[in-house]
């Protein structure tokens, strides 16, 4: 079994994790991730309720044409005092917590939000339910955070060191999990693949910060 996990496409604000639409460029980077996976054979996409990544499937889901599911649990992890906020004003308010969580010392949680090991807990029961599904390709449009926690979960890390996964992962980047039955475990194959955006330099992060 195949599992794309995505994130989704550039929303239209750089405030923390506001639930906003896509913007423009956004919808272009949902196209181009539709068309590389477009051979894929795709039977169903999950995303989470948040617009950003909704939208992300939708679009992208033009080229698959695959049954479609919301699934709330797959929303990003929660920053919880910090939503809303700018970079600058997080790193005012919260710059001490934020060095004691680039330590990775401990799985520690966002103020009035989730840490790692918490996204980890809500995310497998829906790892659980796809092992049993019947599907044997699916992609599942969520969030960096989400994308960062199941990933240190798979490998066996420790959920404080999921930021040793990638600083920023790339829009619309592709991270292939595969799920072996006769085990019973799951295998990364590839990790923040986004060679359909890099011939647009426009479309990268480090051309949107």
């Known amino acids: 079994m195949k599992i794309y996990l995505i994130r989704h496409a550039r929303q239209a604000s750089r405030l923390c994790n506001v639930n906003v639409s896509l913007d ?3 919808l ?5 991730l539709g068309k590389r996976l477009s051979g894929a054979g795709i039977q169903i996409v999950y995303s989470s309720d948040l617009i950003r990544a909704a939208e992300t499937a939708k679009e992208a889901n033009v080229w698959w044409k695959a049954a479609y599911e919301v699934r709330p649990e797959l929303r990003e992890i929660s920053f919880g005092d910090m939503e809303g906020l700018s970079d600058e004003e997080i790193e005012k308010r919260y710059g001490k917590l934020k060095e004691e969580q680039r330590r990775m010392e ?5 103020p009035g939000g989730e840490c790692a090991g918490d996204v980890i807990k809500r995310v497998l029961p829906f790892f659980d339910e796809l092992k049993h599904s019947g599907y044997e390709t699916v992609a599942v449009v969520t969030h960096g955070g ?15 060191k999921y930021r040793l996964l990638g600083k920023d992962l790339e829009n619309c980047s592709i991270t292939e999990l595969a799920y072996d039955r006769k085990y019973d475990r799951f295998r990364l194959e590839r990790f923040n693949d986004h060679a359909h955006l890099e011939p647009f330099p426009e479309l990268l992060r480090e051309n949107w910060k």
């Not at 401990?106 to 966002?110: F, H, L, M, Q, V």
């Not at 994308?147 to 066996?156: E, H, P, Y």
């Open 24 to 26: 423009p460029l956004g």
């Open 28 to 32: 272009w980077q949902s196209s181009l």
């Open 106 to 110: 401990k799985d520690i949680p966002y």
């Open 146 to 160: 989400v994308i960062r926690s199941m990933t240190a979960w798979v490998l066996g890390m420790d959920p404080a």
